[in-house]
């Protein structure tokens, strides 16, 4: 049972280029939302997140767009880097009871110079 | 200063060994952490959590077991590794109520079963 799903499994962007990675859910109980990145080899890092009282949140070149009526939410970088070449997993999680985050399958983004 | 240091960073064990991998956290006080496994090119999943010492909550069965004896610490072992043990053992840790807070991931163990 895939709660979080992801996709493109994997993104080629050029640099400069707006990169769009999307997520969506099934369970509507899910209010949290976070984005990892983790580059090869290296624990995931917290890079942003959103809660599902929010439609939008900003950090940067790193914008979530999240539309709860859908199920569904994505993560844009803007001015694309190379150094932004990592794999990127969109998580969620429900109420303050629930302990468990569950993670999608990942989008593997190239940012080609 | 690192706040959370997982230990050893890589294993290489034969079938039918025991594991022990280690965690700890500091400067939080009585932090919530979690024991993840991820597959080589795949998603994380959640293996056990603990809010406090000496409690543990599994959440997929696996043939491990985790343990918390302090509160900084947080122990994963089995007494035989299996094929399927191979991956990416990951300690992360939070505060507050529940997984919908900031989670924060270890470098991570990467283990290998021979």
């Known amino acids: 049972q895939q709660q979080v799903r992801q996709s493109p499994q994997s993104l080629t962007v050029w640099e400069g280029e707006t990169a769009i990675l999307n997520c969506s859910y099934e369970d509507s109980t899910f209010n949290y939302f976070p984005w990892y990145q983790q580059f090869p080899g290296e624990g995931p890092a917290l890079l942003i997140s959103i809660r599902s009282v929010s439609d939008k949140k900003e950090d940067g070149r790193f914008t979530i767009f999240f539309n709860k009526r859908e199920k569904k939410l994505s993560l844009h970088i803007t001015d694309s880097q190379p150094g932004d070449s990592a794999t990127y997993f969109c998580a969620a999680s429900g109420s303050s009871g629930s302990w468990q985050l569950i993670f999608g399958s990942g989008t593997q983004l190239t940012v080609m110079p | 200063a690192q706040t959370i240091h997982q230990w050893p960073v890589a294993e290489i064990k034969a079938v039918g060994s025991p594991l022990s991998l280690g965690c700890t956290i500091k400067?939080?006080?009585?932090?919530?952490l979690y024991w993840y496994w991820q597959a080589t090119g795949g998603t994380l999943q959640q293996l056990f959590y603990s809010i406090t010492v000496g409690q543990v909550e599994s959440v997929v069965q696996l043939n491990l077991s985790a343990s918390r004896p302090k509160d900084d610490q947080f122990i994963l072992s089995t007494e035989k590794l299996l094929l399927s043990h191979s991956g990416f053992y990951l300690c992360a840790w939070s505060l507050g109520q529940g997984a919908n807070t900031e989670v924060f991931f270890g470098k991570g163990t990467r283990l290998t079963v021979v």
């Open positions: 400067g939080k006080s009585s932090p919530n």
